[in-house]
T-cell receptor, first 115, second 109 residues
């Protein structure tokens, strides 16, 4: 088991461009989460999937943000028409619904810089 | 709704001194509680968790935390700080959206 992996590690883009991030969870985990983290803050929940179903979305997730998990394995997070305020670390985590305490396993994140 | 509050955004300790990081929770039912650690340029790692089996929980790297229902607290301690403990620490309650703002620990030689 290689843990949760995220790609890319870093992304620099110009304002107005679209970006897409990928997350591969731990293989036996059926739950997948996306968070955003800015400097000096804890992770802020964006959305979560159980298998391929998107079960919850935060109000932070504007209509420029969309996440998919088409086959219940990897997930993508797309940000359209990026703004400078989107600059942050985007974290992915996974867990198993069989794990009653819902502990999360995190990837190393994708650092987005919008110029 | 469940939430946590971390008291103190920065803690500076001398090597060998006690580390104490404070976390208070708000929950209508007994929660599951976690401490995660984040080293520079790395993802969050689980340090320890409380799941009602025992109020004193031992985690990795010599850390432990005590669940106190009467104080709605879950403070993290380590008796003797090591330079490698310099990191950011997050308290969390079960559920996808409930992390504290984090406490940055610096360790002085």
């Amino acid at each position: 088991d290689t843990g949760v992996s995220q790609d890319p590690r870093h992304k620099i883009t110009k304002r107005g461009q679209n970006v897409t991030f990928r997350c591969d969870p731990i293989s036996e985990h059926n739950r997948l989460y996306w968070y955003r983290q800015t400097l000096g803050q804890g992770p802020e929940f964006l959305t979560y999937f159980q298998n391929e179903a998107q079960l919850e979305k935060s109000r932070l997730l504007s209509d420029r943000f969309s996440a998919e998990r088409p086959k219940g394995s990897f997930s993508t997070l797309e940000i359209q028409r990026t703004e400078q305020g989107d600059s942050a670390m985007y974290l992915c985590a996974s867990s198993s619904s069989r794990d009653r305490d819902e502990k999360l396993f995190f990837g190393s994140g994708t650092q987005l810089s919008v110029l | 709704a469940q939430s946590v509050t971390q008291l103190g955004s920065h803690v500076s300790v001398s090597e060998g001194a006690l580390v104490l990081l404070r976390c208070n929770y708000s929950s209508s039912v007994p929660p599951y509680l976690f401490w995660y650690v984040q080293y520079p340029n790395q993802g969050l790692q689980l340090l320890l968790k409380y799941t009602s089996a025992a109020t004193l929980v031992k985690g990795i790297n010599g850390f432990e935390a005590e669940f106190k229902k009467s104080e709605t607290s879950f403070h993290l301690t380590k008796p003797s700080a090591h330079m490698s403990d310099a990191a950011e620490y997050f308290c969390a309650v079960s559920g996808p959206g409930s992390f504290g703002a984090g406490t940055t620990v610096t360790v002085r030689a």
